[in-house]
């Protein structure tokens, strides 16, 4: 998503071209009305999550306009839907980057000021919340685990990992350490030796990549050694290493989550590299790898082979980091 420009954009990496698709821009209460407005006044909108459902379409957030946003990727057709109220929805998001995920029965995704997490439902189309506990959590990313079958989510004001079971609906939360305050996104899941999984997520004001067992909540945080880097985006590779971008620094983190051992990786064009201060600067943000936490059959492991794919946020610029 172009997170300025309130677009959607396909890159084909055969060619090289980029097609664009706007979101509409709507008012509350008239979804599938698109305003005639300028290019400017969608500025403000700052849609930044998108996921493929398990009906075949792909979702995205619509930031400060707290909608969901379906894209059909074969007619280009792109429709709107508000959760209710529909006149105040605006102030369920007003920290407006939050996320979404999927799972079979529905996209799940987080209302940061409203403090809950929200269902939309493939067939219905109505929306279901549940309020996350903790007062202003500021739920924020958020990942559906297949081998878990649970909904995660991360809780940026209250630095705590949150998990709201599909069927009881009931919420469980996680206090992090303060080695990893702030979590941001989460965008990777390992299998450990005994079966379980590790969900990986970024924690920004730490600048530390960090891990929750899915089985027992066990939490592990590795710090950034060029710390501090305004860690923001994790993505896994296809041997299940975990990487990470950072906003403060023109590197990546790598994690190993066998060793633990947390490696950095300087983009070549950089001049000058020390911790805190970068040469040129580009703000890294998105990043994606392996399809982890996609509906089975989506993976792109044939399609973009070993690699890392991520943004630069001032130059806008899309990377392509090749890992054979």
């Not at 305050?181 to 005994?194: C, F, G, H, K, Y």
Request: glycine share 8%.
């Amino acid at each position: 998503q172009e997170f300025f420009a309130n677009k959607i954009a396909r890159f084909d990496q055969n060619t090289g071209e980029f097609t664009e698709y706007d979101i509409p821009f709507t008012v509350p209460g008239l979804d599938n009305f698109t305003l005639p407005l300028p290019g400017h006044a969608k500025f403000e909108l700052l849609s930044c999550a998108i996921r493929t459902g398990y009906d075949g379409y792909m979702y995205f957030s619509n930031g400060a306009h707290n909608q969901l946003v379906r894209h059909d990727v074969h007619s280009g057709e792109t429709v709107v839907f508000t959760p209710p109220p529909s006149l105040l929805s605006i102030l369920g998001n007003l920290q407006p980057l939050n996320d979404v995920t999927a799972a079979p029965d529905g996209i799940y995704f987080t209302q940061t000021t409203g403090n809950q997490v929200t269902k939309f439902d493939y067939e219905t189309h109505e929306f279901t919340s549940w309020t996350v506990p903790t007062l202003l959590s500021i739920p924020l990313g958020i990942y559906y685990s297949q081998h878990d079958d649970g909904v995660w989510f991360l809780e940026f004001g209250a630095s705590k990992v949150g998990r709201l079971d599909r069927h009881t609906h009931e919420i469980e939360e996680f206090d992090l350490p303060l080695s990893a305050l702030q979590p941001l996104v989460v965008r990777a899941e390992t299998v450990n030796a005994d079966g379980s999984t590790t969900l990986w997520f970024a924690c920004t004001t730490s600048s530390t990549i960090t891990g929750i067992n899915t089985r027992t909540g066990g939490l592990t945080s590795y710090h950034e050694p060029n710390a501090p880097t305004e860690t923001v985006e994790v993505a896994q590779d296809l041997k299940g290493n975990v990487w990470a971008t950072h906003i403060l620094q023109n590197t990546l983190g790598v994690l190993n989550p066998k060793t633990g051992n947390v490696s950095v990786v300087v983009e070549p064009s950089v001049i000058l590299d020390t911790p805190g201060i970068t040469v040129p600067f580009y703000g890294e943000s998105g990043i994606f790898g392996y399809a982890v936490g996609q509906p089975p059959g989506q993976g792109q492991k044939d399609i973009l082979g070993d690699s890392i794919w991520y943004t630069h946020f001032l130059t806008n610029q899309l990377i392509r980091l090749d890992l054979t």
